[in-house]
């Protein structure tokens, strides 16, 4: 996979600092001073820090933990889950709010739950539900199966579990049910029809849940999910639909139960303008419910609580042109003032941010396994060339010329790239019609590397190269293999195009003189990472350093926390990486609270239907076979087997040691 020498051209966009390149530098070209928010910086050997109680506290550096990790047989590629981050945003969260109850003296409290659909693992539900309990802190389910979780493991009386998904008769009688258990299961009536199931369940077993109705706003959305309200919104009560189920209520005699309205703008809000109607229109819906005779108490403001994936605070797709406290300020400075002009009391106001709480605590590192790129030397003068070689040659030689001349004409410099391509072209349906030898096309593509090399090296870095020569770039840059599955663990840089802070974890002293991508594992072309944060753009090609013989390249994925787990699938029967949970301990040392296994290759074989045994038993008889008919030896078979045997209790990944 390695190409004889890296081709090393864009001096010319990292300025002439080769050799005294610094830390600062590597975090401007990476943003980690943007998006590294209060946990992440690189530290004076230039290796990524993580500061998991913010930035004034301990640090812990990046890559002595993988290097010790890597010592307890934890391999790559590991998803490292820093449990203090989640508790530190947790804590921020409800100090935004804090901060903005206190400021406007508003009389009602903040209370919050996390939806479980943003992130089940069971260890992560837990540390939520023990890190949250001082904040009677809640869960969210949209399902009956989140909803079991939600209800084992919210033991707190005083925390809110709000029932949201399409719901029949038994999810409604367990809402109901859980009551009598001492929970405080709000059953969110979200289609019109839930309200009849309600009523009939409420008879069947002689007592209520507590009620909340989903509103449908006419408020636009924007971004991805801006459909997620408006008219044609999948979830939530029209305004007749909402007065319809309210008249349903009162005859049934539950209107005394309805207690919470609740609306839900969609993932990633990137415009607080957009919250503002929201807020606005929800507010006044509050206030015509509690004069409808509702007792009221709770406004749920749903999730969308964005994170600023690429630190530009923009609002483009991966960023958010608001602060948390900005968010916070808005949720209780709007609603305040509905309630007190209305004359109507300020609700206990709840959230459901998912992405917001757990991005930053989860980290996919993952390492390189080799590199390709264009072959940029210069092959040696054969005795006899073919034409499109010589003027290849030709071209090159003056290329050379154009660029050692004092004013750099980008013009020529056009017209002999066009030149280049034409003979690389020409040779190309030359070897087609059978006039061209292997090794005189593998010249010709040499030379036509060797022309980008020269032409890259002399491109200023103004914005006035023609795009034609800008593509050139990619043309010298480089693939990094990389041991991961993007459809196991970033499937959403796929599905939908969302951009995550990616970066090398090391050598950040060093400048990074290879532009590159990455390609997974499967055997997919859609597997690849190709588009990174750029400061409120997205780019497709990554600074990165050269690959050093022997020595790990180690990438990390930062803000990874969110939808990634369960969203991913096993294509090419790629399974779930290492998992580890990190927590600092009180001397500033680390401890590990949880490891999870990645799947075995038999463990994700079953869960295809294969039996793992079954398979082995028919290659041992297809070996014996092979044996008898004397084409391969018994040690030959028994390595065979062994290899096999072996392979189907590792992980899926690729191991430096034979695996
Ligand atoms: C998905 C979802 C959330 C979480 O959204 P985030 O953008 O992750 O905060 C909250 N509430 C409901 C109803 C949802 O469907």
Same mark, same amino acid.
């Given at each position: ?26 975090? @401007? ?61 947790? &804590? ?41 309990? $001082? ?104 305004? +007749? ?58 406004? @749920? ?35 305040? &003032? ?12 709840? $959230? ?19 590199? $390709? ?92 190269? +023609? ?52 390609? @997974? ?80 290759? $038999? ?57």
């Amino acid at each position: 996979m390695h190409a004889p020498k890296p081709p090393s051209f864009h001096q010319n966009k990292l300025s002439s600092k080769t050799s005294n390149w610094t830390i600062k530098d590597s975090s @401007d070209l990476y943003g980690v001073n943007r998006w590294g928010s209060r946990y992440f910086s690189i530290n004076a050997i230039g290796h990524i820090n993580i500061h998991p109680k913010g930035k004034d506290n301990v640090a812990l550096d990046l890559v002595a933990l993988v290097k010790e990790l890597d010592g307890r047989n934890l391999k790559l590629p590991l998803l490292i889950r820093f449990d203090d981050i989640l508790r530190d945003r947790l &804590e921020q969260i409800h100090q935004a709010f804090q901060i903005s109850i206190d400021q406007y003296n508003y009389k009602g409290r903040y209370k919050g739950v996390f939806p479980v659909k943003c992130n089940q693992q069971r260890q992560v539900v837990e540390k939520i539900m023990e890190y949250g309990r $001082s904040w009677d802190f809640g869960l969210e389910a949209g399902s009956k199966a989140e909803l079991l979780i939600a209800l084992s493991l919210n033991e707190n009386p005083k925390a809110l579990l709000i029932c949201n998904g399409y719901k029949d008769q038994r999810y409604i009688e367990t809402a109901i049910l859980a009551r009598q258990l001492g929970r405080q299961p709000v059953v969110v009536i979200e289609q019109a029809d839930e309200v009849e199931r309600i009523v009939m369940a409420s008879k069947e077993l002689g007592a209520a849940p507590i009620i909340g109705i989903r509103a449908k706003l006419s408020s636009n959305g924007s971004g991805r999910w801006g459909n997620s309200i408006g008219e044609k919104a999948k979830f939530g009560l029209s305004i +007749p639909e909402i007065l319809i189920t309210i008249e349903k209520l009162r005859s049934a005699n539950l209107l005394h139960e309805l207690r919470l309205l609740h609306f839900h703008v969609g993932s990633q809000i990137t415009d607080i303008a957009i919250l503002k109607d929201a807020l606005q229109e929800a507010g006044q819906i509050y206030v015509e419910l509690d004069r409808l005779g509702a007792p009221m108490g709770y406004l @749920d403001v749903g999730g969308g609580l964005g994170v600023d994936y690429d630190g530009s605070q923009t609002a483009t797709e991966a960023s958010t042109n608001y602060s948390l406290q900005n968010y916070a300020n808005d949720v209780v400075a709007t609603i305040q &003032e509905c309630c007190l002009s209305n004359n109507v009391e300020v609700p206990t106001l709840v $959230s459901e941010s998912g992405r917001a709480l757990i991005s930053h605590f989860s980290i996919l590192i993952f390492n390189i396994l080799g590199n $390709s790129y264009l072959p940029t030397n210069i092959p040696e003068k054969q005795a006899e060339e073919c034409l499109p070689v010589r003027n290849l040659r030709e071209t090159l030689k003056h290329i050379k010329i154009l660029s050692n001349e004092s004013h750099i004409d980008n013009s020529k410099l056009q017209e002999a790239w066009n030149d280049a391509l034409k003979f690389k072209e020409n040779a190309l349906n030359a070897f087609r019609l059978g006039y061209l030898r292997l090794p005189d096309r593998a010249i010709a593509e040499q030379l036509t590397g060797a022309c980008a090399h020269f032409i890259a090296k002399c491109l200023p870095q103004n914005k006035l190269i +023609p795009e034609e020569l800008k593509q050139l770039r990619s043309e010298l840059a480089a693939t990094y293999y990389a041991n991961i599955s993007i459809f196991r663990s970033a499937p959403d840089t796929w599905a939908i195009q969302q951009l995550f802070p990616i970066m090398p974890i090391h050598r950040l002293l060093e400048e990074p003189n290879q532009l590159g991508h990455f390609a @997974d594992l499967t055997c997919d072309s859609d597997g690849k990472l190709a588009q990174f944060i750029s400061n409120g753009n997205s780019k497709s090609l990554l600074e990165l350093h050269t690959l050093k013989p022997n020595q790990d390249y180690l990438i990390g994925m930062f803000l990874a926390g969110a939808y990634q787990e369960v969203m991913g699938n096993m294509h090419n029967l790629f399974g779930s990486t290492n998992a580890v949970h990190v927590r600092i301990s009180k001397d500033g040392k680390y401890q590990l609270d949880h490891v999870i296994k990645s799947n075995t290759k $038999s463990e994700i074989l079953q869960a295809m239907e294969h039996n793992p045994e079954q398979l082995l038993e028919r290659l041992r008889i297809a070996s014996e076979v092979a044996i008898q008919q004397g084409t391969l030896k018994i040690s030959d078979a028994r390595r065979l087997m062994d290899h096999l045997e072996n392979s189907l209790r590792q992980s899926t990944y690729l191991h430096n040691q034979s695996s």
